[in-house]
């Protein structure tokens, strides 16, 4: 079974409807990421949280909204989803020593969206 | 602010060949941690291998190896005895940390390099 699981794994969707992202994690990691990926520009954060009560806004957050509802669940909420909003989205999981490496990143297998 | 630079956009290598792939960074944290992810068509993204700052010795996973200049503000990640499997997209990633060496955890990424593998 995979540690990190994004839902949905494939999205289109039209201008100005609201969407939502979602990730479940079971490595019991406390910091959860949301990236996403447009071709050129490598992987961008836009949130992160580092346990349940701490959300932090990441380099490019306008537009975006996030949810902890657990330690192992983070949500990602396009208000009003735009098309330049178009991307691959992933989600991560990280914890200090959880294999050596200090806050080596987990990653979720990336959610496509497509917005019309 | 941490900036991570691949100056490659694409590469090519002939099967059973060695490959440098480049990354440059900037930033001003005493601590730090470079990573290498690849990327194949899929889409998921496979860690594979990490430097710490203060590491003396240059990291080493199986066939990839990293080239880390700290001086020179370097982290080159080299692939040897290249497989067609290895055709992918490679992201270098950074991350930092506080005065106070807390990480914060979130990583910085280049733009990535594409690398094909020629049989």
């Known amino acids: 079974d995979a540690d990190v699981t994004q839902t949905p794994r494939n999205r289109i969707t039209k201008t100005g409807k609201r969407i939502m992202l979602e990730c479940s994690q079971t490595k019991g990691h406390d910091r959860m990421y949301w990236y996403r990926q447009d071709p050129g520009l490598g992987l961008r954060l836009i949130y992160y949280s580092f346990d349940v009560k701490d959300i932090n806004k990441g380099e490019i957050s306008d537009g975006y909204s996030v949810s902890r509802q657990a330690q192992a669940k983070f949500s990602l909420s396009l208000e009003s989803a735009i098309p330049n909003q178009t991307a691959l989205y992933f989600c991560?999981?990280?914890?200090?020593?959880?294999?050596?490496?200090?806050?080596?990143?987990?990653f979720g297998p990336g959610t496509r969206l497509t917005v019309l | 602010a941490q900036k991570i630079t691949q100056t490659q956009p694409g590469m090519f290598v002939q099967e059973k060949e060695a490959v440098t792939l480049d990354c440059t960074y900037d930033t001003s944290d005493q601590s730090y941690g470079l990573f290498w992810y690849k990327q194949p068509s899929s889409g998921e993204m496979i860690f594979l291998i990490y430097q710490g700052s203060y590491d003396e010795q240059n990291a080493t996973e199986g066939r990839y190896s990293l080239n880390f200049q700290k001086a020179r503000k370097s982290a080159n990640l080299v692939i040897s005895a290249s497989q067609l499997g290895d055709s992918a997209m490679y992201f270098c990633a950074m991350r930092g940390a506080n005065a106070g060496g807390t990480s914060y955890g979130k990583l910085t990424f280049g733009q990535g390099t594409i690398l094909t593998v020629h049989p």
């Open positions: 991560a999981t990280s914890d200090l020593h959880s294999s050596g490496r200090t806050y080596e990143q987990f």
